[in-house]
């Protein structure tokens, strides 16, 4: 399965430089987002686009909608699940930078999780910005690595 990932040319992808823990956020090929093109970066996220093969078919993967549910479903202790459904998501709902370092560290809490449970992918089926989604937890669940368009 084709999956793209847009990231900053100025910081480069080194594949042995990511934090699979928080995961690599991927979507898929057919994704509407895409519209015509799954080669056009997402400007929110960097000018780059890396297409990266997975095989949820030999990985184990983890299905939920979204990160909310991860959490619910995932984060056992009622006090840490408390303290990121109401307080981290009020900061969350500040400046686009707060959001962007809430969510960043929500989806630590849940990639670490998954990992120690021996999870390769994390497919969200309803995030609440892309859809659907996979990150990528694991090194090994990525089959191949191209940085251009073959067409």
């Known amino acids: 399965m084709k999956v793209y990932h847009t990231y900053s040319k100025s910081h480069g992808f080194d594949i042995n430089k990511l934090d699979f823990k928080r995961g690599i956020f991927t979507l898929p090929e057919t994704h509407k987002f895409f519209l015509d ?3 056009s970066p997402d400007t929110n996220w960097g000018n780059s686009v890396v297409e990266l093969e997975i095989d949820p078919s030999s990985s184990k993967v983890y299905t939920n909608y979204d990160q ?24 969350a709902a500040g400046s686009q930078e707060d959001n962007r370092r809430i969510w960043h560290a929500i989806d630590k809490v849940i990639g ?3 990992v120690r ?9 309803a ?12 090194k090994r669940a990525i089959r191949s690595v191209n940085f251009q368009s073959k067409k």
């Open 68 to 91: 909310v549910n991860a959490i619910k479903d995932l984060v056992k202790d009622k006090k840490l699940k408390h303290i990121i459904l109401n307080d981290w998501m009020e900061i």
């Open 37 to 39: 093109d799954p080669w």
């Open 117 to 125: 449970k021996g999870y390769d992918l994390w497919h969200l089926t």
């Open 112 to 114: 670490t999780i998954l």
């Open 127 to 138: 995030e609440m910005m892309y859809g659907d989604v996979w990150a990528i937890l694991n």
